[in-house]
């Protein structure tokens, strides 16, 4: 364990700035962590005050509701904080899940056994009732070795929500993990999902992100054996006054990893926020080492904004490839003209857009299910995006006459 003092300068002269991804304060002592602000380079983008009470060191107000629907082979129990593997994936980075950590005495534990290969998902649906009262949780997936399966975490209702997600991989193991937020608007959730991956080890990491008033939730994947993959996605569709934060870190630790990251959002009305940060560590043994990451923001209407920010540290000079992309704009104006020569007016080209822009993703979910519940969600979003994109083109089109 590594046990260290968040850095606030309690004293000017002798605060030395995090520099790096990889030298944050790690504890599971909430009391080793000071409460976040804006100042610290972690949480500039995020809406602190509404984050706030899931800083405070207390025990949960209430309880959300778990129902775990799980094909038969796999393992569906609760684990003590001191239980193994719980612990083995991460040591908590800040307050919020330190003390989810300490707080939640049982977590719940999913496990695939080895040698298991489970053709059905385990689905996980997880719903709340109340906004005002400050709930916990923990959450541990589990595939030993040679197992292989899917496991989709579905979020709904109204919560004050912090909670780590562990994911363990043993060598050889292979796991799809799908986050679903489908919160009431009312909801602030603040959670962090860690996965370690072992040698040979594949996982396929998906967030999808709709509803909330503020959803931060950040994915940490650890290639710690020679060998290991990692595809992480993400789609989300930000509307006015939204606030949905995703701060991935990819930590190649072993040889011959590979890792590809791409993060899709549409953003429209009047304060829609969106921040992605991508944060990719190749370390010093990491020989051979080909990553990837890539974060795209279509922009729908005046008043919404998306920050985007990858980063890339490379300690190794024997690797494959490391690169990064970032994009945000209104529309590709090359798809929008292929369109238009095919005889389809520019207002339906504009929508058209928008629907291939998101479904690379939805596509990529690999359940039929699970692909068709998030198409819906997508055409109840577009239809309201319709007046945004109705307006934009009205004013393009006045400017055009003007000039």
Known sequence: MTTAKSPVAHNAEKFVPVQTRSERPKSFVPADFSAPTNRDAEWKYSPVDKFAPLFVDEAA????NYDVDAPEGVEVDSIAANEGPRGRAFIPENIASA?????????????????????????????????TKRSLGHIVLHAERHARGT?????????????????VLDDESSLKVIALHEWNDDTVHLGIHHATVGRAAAIDHSIVTFGGSAVRV?????????????????????????????????DHAAERTRTDVNYKGALQGSGARTVWIGDVLIREGAVGTDSYEQNRNLVLSDGARADSVPNLEIECGDIEGAGHASATGRFDEEHLFYLMARGIDELSARRLVVHGFLNEIVQQLDDEALAERVQNRLEEELKV?????????????AEKERK
Request: no cysteine; net charge negative.
């Open 385 to 397: 995006a319709d007046a945004a994109i109705a307006a934009i083109y009205e004013r393009e089109q």
């Open 99 to 131: 003390i989810a950590h300490a707080r939640t005495e049982q977590a719940l534990l999913v496990r695939i056994p080895a040698e298991q290969e489970i053709a059905e998902p385990v689905r996980v649906r997880i719903s709340g009732d109340d906004a």
């Open 151 to 167: 496991v989709i975490l579905e979020y709904t209702g109204s919560a004050l929500h912090s909670e780590n997600v562990e994911i």
């Open 218 to 250: 950040n994915p940490e994947v650890h290639l710690d054996g020679n060998g290991a993959e990692s595809d992480v996605r993400g789609l989300y569709y930000a509307d006015s006054g939204q606030h949905f934060e995703h701060q991935v870190y990819i």
């Open 61 to 64: 107000q209430a309880q959300l």
